[in-house]
């Protein structure tokens, strides 16, 4: 069984300078083979797969061109590893599954340095407050204790080291034996996702909305100063005439946009760590089912007076995670139609009203008098559903 863990590391200056270094060769390397499949493409009407682009690249194009021999100053499978994602994206393109791949900017981009165990003389090694990462040697690892340590049951297959505002992450896939699965108890629950809470369950456990605690109102008030501060700046920068104070007033900026990157990133943990809660407790409970609506989710952020509310419950997140969790568990994830009448079907009777409204928060059937919570309604009806998909 492989199971992917993640954690934050402190490296040192050395290291940073690599991690630096790697990432930014695997962007370059990424954006010239986009180029290069146009180019080629244009004249002469076929694709370059990345296995012959790589061959290309070192056999072919570096030894004519030696003012680009630094791209081989770094890991060669971190380069390889950037090639055959690129070549990913343009087969998901053909196969209609994506957009066209786009170039990686090196402020936007999410590009990680990759790293896999090579024989016995590149070994991935893990003790319980370090990990022997190739090409950077033993990093000190924020989280002691959490990455697996014994050799002979566990082993490190292949990683990332990833930067995001200013941290470092290494994200390690270990092969590791299956566990045991529980004995599930003979039930469902059903699950309504929502904007008033997060969500409600058919075993009457409400799981209140994060974005009204008042950790995030504060972070949420702070990031708007702080992103007023920014555009501040650049207006300044726009009016600045000499060249000196232009320069300080562009690494003003830098600083400014990483103040920034820290709340978002911020902001992104303690949603992601509320839903990992929710979805532990859930679990936890060991019901035969669980039961999700298939929400689409981007035609719910085209509606402008909902778009921000919605992208910041993460409810495609919550349900990647449920359905991995799961698994491991042997809890089947039912998904029902997005247009199945969840809401508007009382429990009860049957019977649908057709005239509910969305700021009708409490569901009354008009037929048998049956008064429940509307999102309690939803969860019951999603979870006794007799029409689903497995997920």
């Known amino acids: 069984m492989l199971k992917g863990y993640k954690t934050e590391i402190f490296p040192t200056s050395e290291q940073k300078e690599i991690i630096h270094k790697t990432i930014g060769t695997c962007r370059y390397v990424y954006n010239f083979y986009l180029d290069h499949n146009k180019k080629v493409y244009e004249k002469e009407k076929k ?16 030894p004519l061109n030696p003012e680009f021999s630094w791209i ?32 990686k900017k090196k402020s936007k981009s999410d590009v990680k340095m990759y790293f896999v165990k ?17 090409t950077l040697g033993w990093v000190t690892l924020k989280e ?43 039930f469902g629950i059903g699950i309504d996702l929502g904007i008033k809470d997060f969500a409600i369950g ?20 702070r990031l708007k100063r702080q992103q007023r501060k920014l555009s501040r700046k650049y207006e300044s ?30 902001l992104n943990n303690i949603r992601i760590d509320y839903i990992n809660k929710v979805i532990s407790e859930l679990v936890k409970i060991k019901p035969t089912w669980i039961t999700l609506e298939n929400l689409n989710i981007k035609g719910m ?3 402008r007076h909902l778009s921000k509310v919605i992208a910041q419950q993460k409810f495609f997140e919550f349900r ?5 969790k799961c698994k491991e568990y042997g809890i089947e994830v039912r998904l029902v139609g997005r247009f199945y009448p969840s809401s508007k079907t009382c429990d009860c009777c049957g019977n649908m009203k057709r005239d509910l409204k969305l700021s009708d928060r409490t569901y009354i059937c008009p037929k048998c008098g049956y008064t429940a919570d509307r999102g309690f309604n939803a969860s019951l009806n999603l979870r006794d559903c007799p029409t689903y998909q497995i997920a």
């Open 47 to 62: 694709f370059v797969s990345g296995y012959d682009f790589s061959k290309w690249l070192n056999n072919d194009y570096l």
């Open 72 to 103: 081989k100053e770094v890991s060669s499978k971190s380069v390889k590893q950037s090639i055959m994602n690129a070549d990913k994206a343009f087969k998901n393109f053909f196969q209609h599954k994506a957009k066209f791949p786009r170039w």
């Open 118 to 134: 090579n024989g016995t003389k590149q070994m991935i090694l893990c003790e319980r407050h370090r990990i022997k990462i190739p």
């Open 144 to 186: 002691k204790g959490y990455l697996p340590t014994n050799a002979n049951i566990y082993s490190i297959k292949s990683g990332f080291v990833s930067m995001k505002a200013g941290r470092y992450y290494v994200s390690v896939l270990v092969e590791e034996p299956k566990p045991k699965q529980p004995i599930l108890d003979d």
């Open 202 to 221: 058919s075993h009457g456990k409400t799981y209140k909305n994060m974005n009204k605690t008042a950790a995030i109102i504060k972070l949420e008030k």
């Open 237 to 266: 920068l726009k009016k600045r005439k000499n060249i000196m104070k232009g320069e300080a007033t562009r690494q003003n900026i830098q600083k400014q946009k990483l103040k920034i990157q820290k709340l978002y990133h911020r």
């Open 301 to 303: 952020i085209k509606n």
């Open 320 to 324: 990647t995670k449920l359905i991995t």
